[in-house]
């Protein structure tokens, strides 16, 4: 097989609610997450937040001396929209922008390029308040606060990412509800996932044309929803549960057309689509790379009345389930994603992995963090890019998901993905056997 190139990135990421903590510090404004924890409807593991998490507020110097430690020439990180504008829009603050030229100028003195994803789901409440991504106003709102981000950080970041994994915050926060804003309506659903990609376009568009050289795409997650059996309906309950998730976000960016089952989906419900006129353009507008976040697949069969699809998730034979999650490993299914990712695209923008990894639970033995199925899924996954680059598919980097243990959403600090572990009590670090692999692999790779 043929070697990494030596300019690949080797990353590792994480997003500002999991790690920063100072949640109210230094003039932040509130985000959503923030209410969300604070809440008595809140469906985190223990009533958790993420107040202090891993306090890399504080604690960033140390946690690039871990980056450094780990030899990743990246780190994919987050910025707090309501750290930079606590208001959402107006004011911005001066300490917000201090904080993320700390870590940027260190990032960069340590040769760690910074791989900013301008919104990993912490809406500041203010916007939500006047209906967030529901509300049309959010392509202005994340444009204002993309320039300011661009102005302050755009000479120094080469890979900016506009949304992770839209899936998230529009289908599961508006339509599921199982995400702040936790709202439960086919209407929003459709609306915050069209009005998320008109923003994402705006914001590629504007940075185009305020001439910054570095690099911009998005990192949407896809989780291929593959049917259990040959059936027709088992086939067709798997296109409508793709269509109307991740396959939305990738079809509309790789087709500029949404797919007919989710639009037909939402009609069915009374929803139109708000399309105005260059709305498309602007969703297909060129990005320089395409950002993957790849965990899974599942399998779907059809099942009348069940969810929202009419169909249920079964467990195949065969499949490794990990144990901490409920999620059947298939790194062959990363295969078949990038082969598709190649075709959709005319194998003509690079394909950066932007997340991958896995929950286990810790166990240690005398201090060692010993993460066998950790280490053997990244190498697994490792082992099928490896293998997808000789064929001739562009790839230009893994970020593995993630660097530290952290909060972990609605799961709290009872899930770990760290390649480094937390201890949450004495904010101790330790490097658990998957960072101590991944590192030999990276010095032996670049
Ligand atoms: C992705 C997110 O969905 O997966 C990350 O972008 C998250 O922020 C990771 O930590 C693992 O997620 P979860 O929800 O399965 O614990």
Known sequence: MEKFPKDFIWGVGSASYQVEGAWNEDGKGENIWDRYCHSPESKVFEHQNADVTIDEYHRFEEDMDWLKELRCNAYRFSISWARILPAGTGAVNPKGIAYYNKLIDGLLARGIQPMVTLYHWD?????????????????????????????????????????????????????????????????????????????????????????????????????????????????????????????????????????????????????????????????????????????????????KGCGLFDCEYVFRENFPVANAVEWEIDPEGLYDVLKDVQKATNNEVPIIITENGICQDDYCENGEYNDDERLGYIRAHIDVIQKAYSEGVKMAGYVCWCGFDNFEWNNGTNKRFGLIHVDFETQKRTMKKSGKWYREFISKNS
């Open 123 to 303: 809406l500041p409440v203010a916007l939500q308040d006047k209906g967030g991504w529901a509300n049309r106003e959010i392509v202005d709102w994340f444009a204002e606060y993309a320039r300011v981000c661009f102005e302050n950080f755009g000479d120094r970041v080469p890979y900016w990412i506009t949304l992770n994994e839209p899936t998230v915050f529009t289908f599961s926060g508006h339509l599921l509800g199982a995400v702040p804003p936790c709202i439960q309506s086919f209407e929003q659903g459709l609306y915050s996932a069209h009005h998320a990609m008109v923003a994402h376009g705006t914001v590629v568009r504007l940075f185009r044309k305020m001439g910054l050289k570095g690099k911009i795409g998005f990192a949407f997650d896809i989780v291929p929803k593959l049917p259990y059996t040959d059936a027709e309906e088992d086939k067709k309950a798997a296109r409508l549960a793709n269509a109307t998730t991740q396959y939305f976000f990738y079809e509309g960016v790789t087709k500029g057309k949404y797919p007919k089952e989710a639009i037909d989906f939402y009609e069915s419900k009374g929803v139109k689509l708000p399309l105005q006129d260059g709305d498309m353009e602007l969703v297909t507008e060129k990005c320089d790379f395409f950002g993957l976040n790849y965990y899974l697949t599942q399998a779907v069969r059809y099942k």
